[in-house]
């Protein structure tokens, strides 16, 4: 394993920081950090924070954070605040309002600019809490910018969206009913000390979707340990579906090309997918490249030999989709699987671009499609 995974799963803070900077700057090298540790996720719980300006996330997240600390858990704040016109940073707002747990050991917090991102969240936030997630955090906080009906990104990010609203801010529900309110696991009226908040519950259940509704005073830590129970609740049968899922994984598509340099014209300076990594397999007589391409990757195959597969692939049926591959915990279960059911294997399991142990499945025993196995790295 790289030395720098080994040193974020060994609970180096220098390290994790680093990698978060990384991330955020698009460094190319971190995408094979990502890829090292990946296979390492799927056990934090991730709860985004989301609603309109001026609503308390930030104060509510702090709470929550405290109440999380004194359980003992871990946790990673991930504030996502809008972009500074000067700097191009982040403005700060959420940081400073944190500012109790900075100096604690259990607790890392990484404010990130939108730096012109749509959705309520940074481009780079999804592979930040993986990173998190990862480097064993039980917990991942993801607040949002304030956001209006359309900016519901976190929801894809979330194994629990928290929708916090507070009374006395208009027609709450108008103003958000296309948007917020149908990504909402969990209601939060914040500020429910104020005499409105009775009315807006009475709004938030006569809507159609009916989740939960929680009542906090964030600045008082009222309601936080309610709010928690709930989270887990609904959080449980969320999280044992993604861990079934994550035993079988899309790890990326292989893509055969005659050039890669020709064609990272398009991937990288038309798509804007970086190469992560590139290198040569030489018992495959290939070259490869990988681009990160959300949890999974497309993998670029370029021949280095006239006699290889790939080159005689080309040869056949031109460029194009050369290759599925899909990743499992359960190698050598699978490949047991397989040969009792008679399928055909293309030679035995070996080692293969980044490290990785995979073997292929041929066409003939897969309706058609080349499929690679590849084994997950715990």
């Known amino acids: 394993m790289d030395e720098w995974a080994r040193r974020i799963l060994d609970g180096d803070i220098r390290a994790l920081a680093r990698a978060a900077t990384a991330i955020e700057n698009g460094n190319p090298q971190v ?29 509510l997240v702090d709470s929550l954070t405290a109440a999380l600390r004194a359980e003992g858990k871990t946790v990673a704040i991930i504030a996502v605040d809008p972009t500074s016109p000067f700097t191009g940073g982040a403005i700060l707002g959420d940081r400073i309002r944190m500012q109790r747990h900075s100096t604690d050991p259990g607790v890392f917090i990484r404010s990130m600019a939108t730096r012109g991102a749509m959705g309520g969240l940074a481009a780079a936030t999804a592979d930040l809490a993986a990173l998190f997630d990862a480097s064993g955090r039980d917990v991942v906080l993801v607040e949002t910018v ?15 969206t928290l929708v916090v609203l507070a009374p006395g801010m208009g027609d ?61 609740s609904v959080a449980s049968p969320g999280v044992a579906r993604l861990r079934e899922s994550r035993e079988w994984s899309i790890d990326h598509l292989g893509i055969a090309v005659r050039s890669i340099d020709a064609a990272l014209k398009f991937y ?64 050598d279960a699978a490949i047991a699987r397989l040969k009792a059911a008679g399928a055909r294997l293309v030679g035995e399991p070996r080692e293969g671009a980044g490290g990785h142990t995979y073997v292929f499945v041929h066409p003939a025993s897969a309706s058609g499609v080349l499929l690679e196995l590849i084994k997950s790295r715990e």
């Open 31 to 59: 995408q094979r950090l990502l890829g090292e540790l990946r296979p390492r996720t799927g056990r934090a719980l991730i709860i985004g924070v989301t609603g309109p300006p001026g609503c308390g996330k930030s104060t």
């Open 146 to 160: 304030g956001v209006g009906q359309d900016e519901v990104d976190v929801a894809r990010l979330a194994s629990v």
């Open 172 to 232: 709450e529900i108008q103003a958000i009913k296309s948007g917020l309110l149908e990504i909402a696991d969990v209601f939060v009226i914040n500020k429910a000390d104020e005499l409105s908040a009775d009315r807006l519950e009475s709004d938030i259940r006569s809507g159609a979707r009916q989740s939960p509704v929680v009542k906090t005073v964030a600045t008082r830590g009222e309601g936080i340990e309610e709010l928690l129970r709930t989270v887990r």
């Open 268 to 331: 990288d300076e038309t798509l804007g997918l970086r190469a992560g990594l590139r290198e040569t397999v030489e018992h495959e007589k290939v070259s490869v490249a990988m681009l990160p391409l959300g949890d999974s990757r497309l993998e670029l195959l370029e021949a280095t030999e006239p006699d290889s597969a790939v080159a005689r692939f080309i040869e056949r049926r031109g460029e194009g989709l050369h290759h599925i591959a899909i990743r499992t915990k359960d190698f």
